[in-house]
Nanobody, 127 residues
Framework: QVQLVESGGGLVQAGGSLRLACASS????????MGWFRQPPGKEREIVAA????????YYTDSVKGRFTISRDTAKNTVYLQMNSLKPEDTAVYYC????????????????????WGQGTQVTVSS
């Protein structure tokens, strides 16, 4: 069994930065493809960024390219989402997710691809 716990959310002004962390207990994240998703108020959950199990391949949704970076620290079994130049439209609950039984160099953008989910952390960007 895998448990994912997000942290690092909060309130920040537009243009500011936050770093979200997703700590995994159970299996090592080396065996998982990872993803960050978000659900803005009144909207459906959407992909933000994804990382392959190899740690070498990434995917970003267009709206965050150049501003967000997904990374991992295998020693800490933790995945990060560095968010810079935040905008009010980035306001959402952010979730991390893990997918087992993966192709090593593939990233996964579909929610249905993921097996495990964290509880979410709120990010609010004020204008």
């Amino acid at each position: 069994q895998v448990q994912l716990v997000e942290s690092g959310g909060g309130l920040v002004q537009a243009g500011g930065s936050l770093r979200l962390a997703c700590a995994s207990s159970g299996r090592t994240i080396r065996t998982f493809a990872m993803g960050w998703f978000r659900q803005p108020p009144g909207k459906e959950r959407e992909i933000v960024a994804a990382l392959s199990a190899s740690g070498t391949d990434t995917y970003y949704t267009d709206s965050v390219k150049g501003r967000f970076t997904i990374s991992r620290d295998t020693a800490k079994n933790t995945v990060y989402l560095q968010m810079n130049s935040l905008k009010p439209e980035d306001t959402a609950v952010y979730y991390c997710a893990a997918k087992g039984a993966v192709s090593y160099y593939v990233t996964y953008a579909r929610q249905g691809s993921y097996d495990y989910w964290g509880q979410g952390t709120q990010v609010t960007v004020s204008s």
